[in-house]
């Protein structure tokens, strides 16, 4: 009789995790599970994820992770099965973000946007190669040159106000 109840109470925990192993939805970058039927706005919201963008993978599209622009930080997937964690994360760390158009468009939503700030950038691509400054009164105007990503970013008072893209 204790056998059978000790089963009876075990069964829907194994059954629990087995689905949750085969679930597709939303994991940690360790594969944990962490819902099925819920938003990418709903996650980052709850984990306090902002500027986000969605890489698609090109092995398995119906993998994707959601990362942090700039910075290029994966923060979760969604996957079919936990399993696949590992391989749709190994696809988008294989990705040159850098020099993908998607760099691009994301440094130009975000200062369209004009969240982008000079520290921020600084946290995600490190200390520019080049700085040069001037002020105008009130207004300050920096220009961060990325000589490796042939970039220069210009800043007005810490704020992207616009970038320039080179050849490389």
């Known amino acids: 009789m204790k056998i059978i109840l000790f089963l009876l109470l075990i069964t829907p925990v194994i059954l629990n995790a087995q689905k ?20 990418v706005i709903e996650i980052c919201n709850k984990r306090g994820y902002k500027h986000t963008n969605i890489f698609v993978s090109k092995k398995n599209r119906y993998a994707v992770v959601i990362f942090e622009k700039i910075t290029n930080k994966p923060l979760f997937v969604n ?4 399993s696949d964690v590992k391989n749709v994360l190994k696809d988008f760390r294989g990705r040159n ?20 700030i000079d520290g921020f950038l600084i946290a995600s691509l490190g200390k520019p190669g080049a700085v040069f ?6 207004l300050k105007v ?27």
């Open 133 to 138: 400054e001037t002020s105008d009164g009130n």
């Open 97 to 116: 973000y850098y020099h993908d158009i998607s760099f691009f468009m994301d440094l130009e939503d975000m200062i369209k946007k004009h969240i982008l």
């Open 20 to 39: 949750a192993n085969a679930e597709p939805g939303f994991y940690d970058l360790n594969g944990n599970f962490i819902c099925n039927d819920c938003s």
């Open 142 to 168: 920096q220009s961060y040159d990325y000589p490796k990503l042939g970039l220069t970013v210009y800043f007005a008072n810490s704020i992207a106000v616009r970038y320039l893209r080179r050849e490389i």
């Open 79 to 82: 996957v079919q099965k936990s």
